[in-house]
């Protein structure tokens, strides 16, 4: 059986080329965060996923209220993130909540369709995604 | 035995519950009045409602080379399902499409739509 043997040599290989990238510098930073997975892991993620469980309890809520309570609103903010994975961490996050998407991205201001008029006032410069995303990005060993 | 008993527990209530949240964002799709909050009822079919069944699925598969694929499987709709609500609402608001909106409140939170 070559089996292991070629098991051996692909894991062999793939750590090879990951310390060449490393040496060359060319892993960058913004296209793999993985500096940023473990720390998020047991800070911003349990967080998220409570707050997407919330907000997909109140949307299916709206749905099945007979008379369908929704109050569409749009709502632009200044995002206080600087980096672009910041900026993306918070906008996807934004859109994987229930109830509110971020249509449109840019480093200046933030458009985002909320279902209600609770959820828009809910996404905002200084809210609590917006504080938490910032304080994700601002580690210190991401600007090194 | 026992703990075979409440795996197999908590993952028929993961896939009943995942079930639930599928079965309520179709009613959403179709009840909802326009493009935009019919894209907001969809996401809950792709967060809690896949999430769910997939963390079903994950405790009957256990620590096997399936686990692990539906584990990437869940990482990559967590990744992949925003971006992609995010594309089809900005496409629908850069060709124009209007969103029917709630009469603003006396908020400053509040701003009307604007011309794309």
Redesign the interface.
Known sequence: MPAPFLLAAGVGSALLVVWFARRLNIADREGHPVHLAWHALFSYWPWLLKEIAVSAWQVCRIVLDPKLPVSPTLVRFKPSQITDVGLVTHANSITLTPGTISVEVSRDEFLVHALTREGAAGVRRGGEMDKRVRALESRPELFP | MLLDLFSDLASWACLLAGSF?CI??G??LL????F??R???A??TD??GA?LILLGLLLQAGFTLVGAKLLMIALLI??A???A??AL??AA?VRGLA????P??A?P??????KP
Do not use: Q
Request: aromatic share 10%; proline share 14%; net charge neutral.
């Open positions: 949240f309520v964002g009613i959403g009840r909802m009045p326009d935009y909050t894209v907001h009822a996401s809950l967060t809690l999430g967590f990744f399902s925003p971006t609500s995010h609402t900005r608001l969103p029917k909106l709630a603003p409140l908020d939170l509040e701003t009307p739509p604007s």
